[in-house]
């Protein structure tokens, strides 16, 4: 969707090909900087602030995680729709434990250093066991999954309120709220020292996979392109550690670390976010998740029985089982999402991920996961769940009303979906 | 036949049914070493279901396998893999969304030390192959649905051949293919043959069957005709028998 005839059309192309980087990729980060420059312009640059970028990374983080699990889930041709209600199951049960069950029933006390790991355990076992049920069902018992998680759309949510006795749960443990954002993020040092180790990651990996294909004897793409690719990369990574770490603590949240400490605030003293846990979180799920995808034999079946059932049943894979493993990781992301968006909202309320299955198809779809089964990446889903809450916090600064703020995030939805299409027609792949 | 040792494969009076219609009903038939037996028969008669009993796609209601004189266990696809059996069908079984090398490996793959699929293996061990089975063969990055009819099947091939098979089913395996590609397949045939394996072939093309098979098996309406030398019969000993399902007289098997 990127190749709009512009004067060095060719050259352009050619420099792309030699990239090799999907077109597909370029085309969203297109349609997510013109988001970006547009509302930054309407705003008078209040888009673009260390702050906005922040709170938009920690507002994406819960969707952007059970996105990369709905890959999975929509390329086996299959569809979650239970993903908010379970959510919410989880945080419930996660509610329940750390404000009732662990420092009452059991007796820890409020502030133990096993509340927020009990908890947390609690919350992504939970998650995984509804994800495992609902994979036996359609993997074994042949239902629908369409029909599985509709029923446990009702189910799941609802049990989350029986066990909560529909009350709001808080406040939330001390440790566990680290994983929800503003409360918990890793300060300048410990963000560059990490933006660094990525940056490094990154362009072994590049190097690697170079040296890989040379030692085959396979084709390699021009050295100044794999350069190129590494330079967007670490750039990438350490112009995102550059912005956390430009985000400044408050002075009033300074002199409140400083007075639990028993000190006083040096005069000029300033101190810096960096980065957020949780986006720490989403990053480690989204490259562990891009590992499994494409590097191991898990990944290689889900997109063979995406691909072709048949010709996955009939190479000795037992898809069922498959089906099974596929939806218990999607609960488990579910159960990690629970934890970073109770933390973030400081408290368990029943409306917890409501709509949030639309939101989590609707990223994945935007990214380029096909519903018709066997195409889909985890970064495409990441990038669809930040471009839809970038268009939603965008909205929501500009002063959008409410009711137009849906049909526009829905209409962008069914729009993306079409640039597809016609960029498959295009490319010849079928539709 | 008995002076020729121990069958590779005997399927001994199989039958499978589909709600209530027989599909395969009670056939023996069998297979040595260093030999290619043609399935034929009208659609439907039950070739397909046969061999799929012997791959491990289906699933026989009665009836017995021996490998080598041994009785066999085959209850799915991996079990078959064991025996050393490989199938190509009709359908090809390829999942278009991946690649040459991943579809040849696929529930086989190689992998790294730590674990990990080994694709720049794969890919090297892929274009060995297919040097030998397809030279022209270039697109080993593309998903195989960007490929041609013949280069799919040459796709599918590879596979059966690549992990040593010792009994291989082919499945109208020159049905998509123009005549230069029917050629290199024959060829193919020949080349495995001597190589000792075994070869179910289900093939329509009654020309084929003349020139690649040793024994040809007629089934109709799940039932066996019978089975004949192919050098001690005409093709029009064979059409009768694929038509009217009458064995020609005098004729041993």
């Given amino acids: ?431 | 036949m008995s002076t020729r040792g121990t069958p590779l494969v005997e399927l001994r009076d199989i039958s499978i049914a589909f709600g209530g219609i027989k599909a395969v009903d009670h056939v023996t038939v069998d297979l040595y070493p260093g030999e290619v037996v043609g399935l034929l028969g009208h659609n439907g008669a039950g070739k397909s279901t046969l061999i799929k009993c012997l791959s491990g796609a289906y699933q026989m209601d009665a009836g017995e396998i021996r490998i080598n004189g041994e009785k066999a266990e085959i209850h799915n696809p991996r079990d078959a893999r064991k025996y050393n059996i490989e199938t190509i069908y009709q359908t090809l079984a390829l999942a278009d969304n991946l690649d040459a090398a991943s579809n040849l490996f696929l529930g086989r793959e190689l992998v790294t030390p730590m674990g990990f699929v080994d694709d720049a293996q794969m890919e090297a061990e892929t274009r060995k192959i297919m040097g030998r089975l397809n030279p022209n063969f270039r697109k080993f990055k593309e998903p195989v649905k960007a490929l041609s009819g013949g280069q799919r099947q040459s796709v599918a091939i590879a596979r059966a051949v690549y992990f040593n098979a010792k009994i291989l089913i082919m499945d109208e395996p020159t049905a998509a293919l123009g005549p230069h590609e029917t050629q290199m397949v024959a060829e193919l045939i020949q080349e495995l043959k001597a190589q000792g394996l075994g070869i179910f072939l289900i093939e329509h093309d009654i020309h084929n069957v003349m020139k690649l098979c040793d024994r040809a098996s007629v089934m109709k309406n799940g039932q066996l005709v019978g089975t004949v030398n192919v050098n001690e019969v005409t093709d029009e000993d064979i059409l009768g028998m694929i038509i009217l399902g009458k064995k020609p007289e005098g004729v041993a098997s």
């Fill in chain 1, 1 to 431: 969707m990127t190749d709009a005839a512009t004067p060095s059309g060719v050259k352009k192309t050619s420099f792309f090909k030699a990239l090799e980087l999907d077109t597909r990729l370029l085309g969203m980060i297109g349609a997510f900087v013109l988001i970006c420059v547009v509302f930054n312009v309407i705003t008078d640059g209040r888009f673009l602030t260390a702050r906005n970028i922040f709170n938009l990374s920690i507002q994406t983080v819960s969707v952007a995680i059970m996105a990369t699990g709905m890959v999975f889930v929509i390329v086996t041709r299959h569809i979650d729709l239970s993903v908010g209600a379970v959510l919410a199951m989880c945080s419930a049960v996660m509610g329940v434990l750390q404000v009732w069950l662990l420092p009452q029933t059991l007796g820890l006390g409020i502030g133990h250093p096993l509340v927020a790991p009990l908890t947390i355990i609690g919350g992504l076992l939970t998650g995984t066991l509804i994800g495992a049920l609902n994979g036996w069902l359609i993997g074994y018992q042949r239902i629908p999954a369409f029909i599985v998680t509709l029923g446990g759309l009702l189910i799941w949510r609802n049990f989350g309120w029986y066990l909560s006795d529909g009350q709001t749960l808080g406040p939330l443990d001390q440790h566990f709220m680290l994983f929800g954002g503003i409360e918990g993020t890793l300060g300048t040092m410990l963000s560059w020292a990490l933006g660094v180790v990525f940056a490094v990651a990154a362009v072994w990996a590049i190097w690697r996979a170079r040296a890989a294909r040379i030692q085959h004897e396979f084709p390699v793409k021009p050295i100044w392109a794999e350069v190129t690719m590494m330079g967007i990369a670490v750039a990438a990574i350490l112009g995102l550690t550059a912005i956390y770490n430009a985000y400044e603590m408050p002075i009033g949240r300074l002199k409140r670390m400083f007075a639990e400490r028993g000190e006083v605030m040096p005069e000029g003293f300033t101190a810096s976010y960096g980065m957020p846990i949780s986006v720490l979180i989403l990053v480690i799920v989204a490259v562990s998740m891009t590992v499994l995808a494409r590097r191991t034999r898990l990944g290689r079946y889900i997109f063979a029985a995406g691909g072709n059932p048949d010709a996955a049943e009939l190479s000795g894979i037992n898809t069922r089982l498959l089906t099974v493993k596929i939806f218990a990781l999607m609960g488990f992301l579910c159960g990690l999402s629970a934890v970073v968006a109770q933390a973030r909202l400081a408290n368990h309320a029943n409306d917890i991920g409501t709509l949030d299955e639309l939101r989590v198809i609707a990223a994945a779809v935007i990214g380029g996961t096909a519903l018709a089964g066997g195409i889909g990446t985890i970064y495409g889903a990441v990038l669809g769940a930040i471009i839809m809450q970038s268009l939603q916090s965008g909205m929501a600064m500009v002063g959008v009303d409410a009711p137009f703020q849906n049909i526009i995030v829905g209409a962008v939805l069914v729009f993306a979906v079409w640039i597809d299409i016609q960029y498959r027609k295009r490319t010849g792949e079928k539709v």
